[in-house]
């Protein structure tokens, strides 16, 4: 049985799982894209060090993947391989919430951080390094390090609240977690994602690039960097910026 498996194709054995529902099928499968969850493990391995490790990731990874298998319908959602890479996204943001990753004191961290670099950027003429801010802080550079990824963590959530279609995730949303019951919930989303539509557009073209390099192509801060020629700091306060601005015109 395996053998003939491993003949099929992935999308001829999702078919196969949507008409048999076999655990043999959904094994496969599972064993095959698991590759995705590994990648993405390490990819957000600065968002969830030191509160969780990468197997645990991984486990919980898995989980999701067989979710994701009995979930998956391609006539509503994208391949399988970017359904399935949003789902994990989405895991790790949610156990992290769960887990309590943001400091209390976070805010205020941060609004020192980005005092210290507005201040730095009008003395210097040029945006600062990690290490300079890290300096008129009097902390450590792998602390402003870590100020500045748990920012964009947040950043990540707050728009993943938004443009999320998870039916796992969009109690966040609205008071109900029964989203069956909420007549306005198709409403309210269509119009969330026009008003976060039209405050993209009003982004400069870099803040845009930044914005649909890293939501919709899902390209690292390292890999825009590379694109883009910059350092990866500088792709950093790009983004930070865009946030800030969408992030303003939602709460508007």
Known sequence: MLKHLEAKTN???LAMYRETR???VRQELTMRYLYIVKAIAVQMRGVYEGTMEIEDIINEGVIAIIKGIDR?????????????SRRIRGMIIDLMRKNDWMPRDYRRQYKALENARQQLTEALGRQPTYAEIAGQMGIEEK???KIEQISTMANVLSLDMVMSGDEDRQSVQLPSNDISTQPEHSFLQGEQLELLAHAVEGLKEKEKLVISLYYVEEL?????AQV???SEPRISQIHSAAIRKLR???EQ
Do not use: H
């Open 22 to 24: 076999s655990t043999e």
């Open 72 to 84: 998956y319908d391609p006539a509503m959602d994208n391949k399988f391989e970017t359904f399935i």
């Open 228 to 230: 883009l020629q910059v």
């Open 11 to 13: 999308e001829e054995l």
């Open 143 to 145: 602390k402003c390090r």
């Open 248 to 250: 303003a015109a939602m």
């Open 220 to 224: 690292n801060m390292g890999q825009i």
